[in-house]
């Protein structure tokens, strides 16, 4: 079971993980401060497989690849939004870190809802309102690449079993 955090639209990459924070890049850093300028608490409260809720245009703003690190590395399941900012959206996939577009289940979720999702099938329930979505899932080769970890992993494994 998952809670969800509930953020709204253009929520951009300043937001995700503040500038001034990027001095040190390592993911426990990033991780730390993930989310701060939004919800105060949320990297303090935040729980590993917790999901977080956004509305339209999720993570626009920089290119930069800090912001899905700082959420995974907070430890997020995944991402649910309207619809995302594109160089996010790649940044994530490139990093392993599940994103899904589901605009009828950000209606349907409030934060602190507790849900469930299924990256596998797209499929999406808030167990505190009983109400099921559905996502599309990725691809195979997709979810093949976010459970190898990202691009990078899923490639060097490709070449190993070549």
């Not at 797209?122 to 979505?133: A, H, P, S, W, Y």
Request: glycine letters at 8%; a negative charge; proline letters at 6%.
């Amino acid at each position: 079971m998952a809670k969800a955090w509930k953020f709204g639209d253009d929520i951009d990459t300043d937001v995700i993980i503040p500038a001034r924070y990027l001095n040190q890049n390592t993911p426990e850093h990033l991780a730390a401060h993930c989310m701060e300028d939004a919800d105060a608490n949320f990297a303090k409260e935040v729980k590993s497989g917790d999901v977080i809720i956004g509305g339209k245009n999720f993570g626009c703003g920089s290119s930069r690849e800090h912001a899905p690190v700082a959420i995974k590395a907070a430890g997020v399941k995944a991402v649910i939004a309207d619809s995302y900012a594109r160089i996010f959206y790649r940044n994530s996939l490139n990093i392993g870190m599940p994103i899904l577009e589901c605009p009828e289940a950000v209606q349907g979720i409030e934060a602190g809802d507790e849900v469930s999702v299924d990256l596998e099938t797209g499929k999406i329930v808030n167990l505190t309102r009983n109400t099921e979505f559905e996502a599309r899932p990725f691809p195979p080769f997709m979810q093949d690449l976010i459970k190898a970890g990202g691009l990078i992993p899923y490639v060097k494994g490709r070449q190993e079993h070549a």
